[in-house]
């Protein structure tokens, strides 16, 4: 069976649909929307709505503001858009009929940081699955999901905001992780909290990862862990014990899938 394995994909639909070419199976590991485009400040939700310039500004303080600058900023930029929570809504929901579409049958997709989990329902169909916090058998294997990105301890999720990313405070990620019993494989949007695979050598700074995805590879020993998020990491793959751990890579850039076969 061969299983074709993304992540980041952040509105890249015609790499998408290329990528569900010659495979049995897709997953999809999370962050399909692309709201800040870093590269391209005139693309993503940010650049379009908001203005290229507002996007620039959003990556710069981003990766080198001070504590607070970001979200002051943005919540200024917000300002001047009238009810701009139906504005980003209606954007994101735009980017899911795209790319929801041309996903393959099957295909096991989880959320990422970005994405709005709270849609995804409206966009089911026979084919798709939405395995977050759930084990599922895939190709004979046992492989347990889990979407999001855990915040660091003693940090609660805020609301409010015409934007709320899927992060979640760390008790709530652990007590999902722990329900994946028993997998052989583990795919998530977060990395282990490994350094070298939570460091971004582009950005420069550690991202968020998952201290508790160091205890299901511990306990369970699955062969193989997969997940995205980080774009640039200082280390694409690295063995904890038995457990190969692998990046699979910033789809929205490469645009190649990683191929698993089981």
């Not at 722990?178 to 460091?199: F, K």
Request: charged share 25%; with cysteine.
């Amino acid at each position: 069976m061969r299983v074709h394995v993304v992540s980041d994909v952040h509105g890249n639909v015609d790499a998408l649909a290329r990528a569900a070419e010659g495979c049995d199976a897709m997953i999809v590991l999370g962050d399909l929307v692309d709201f800040v485009d870093y590269r391209d400040p005139t693309r993503g939700i940010l650049g379009r709505v908001l203005g290229p310039e507002v996007s620039a500004e959003f990556g710069r303080l981003r990766s080198s503001g001070r504590p607070g600058e970001l979200m002051a900023f943005a919540r200024r930029a917000w300002e001047r858009i009238p009810d701009p929570a139906a504005v980003v809504a209606e954007a994101v929901r735009e980017q899911y009929a795209a790319l929801f579409a041309v996903m393959p049958d099957p295909t096991w997709a989880i959320p990422g940081n970005v994405d709005l989990p709270e849609l995804w329902a409206d966009y089911s169909r026979p084919g798709l699955h939405m395995p977050d916090g759930k084990v599922v058998e895939i190709g004979g294997r046992r492989v347990g999901f889990v979407g999001g990105v855990p915040l660091p301890p003693g940090i609660r999720p805020r609301g409010g905001g015409p934007w709320r990313p899927h992060l979640l405070a760390v008790e709530d990620y652990a007590d999902a992780v722990a329900g994946l019993t028993e997998i052989d494989l583990l795919c998530s949007h977060a990395p282990p909290a490994v350094p070298e695979l939570a460091y971004d050598v582009v950005s420069r700074r550690q991202e968020f990862a998952a201290a508790a995805l160091l205890d299901v590879i511990a306990r369970d020993r699955p062969a193989m862990a997969f997940f995205g998020h980080v774009h640039q990491p200082l280390s694409k793959r690295l063995r904890i014990g038995r457990t190969e751990c692998v990046n699979v890579g910033h789809f929205r850039e490469g645009g190649r899938p990683y191929v698993l076969h089981l």
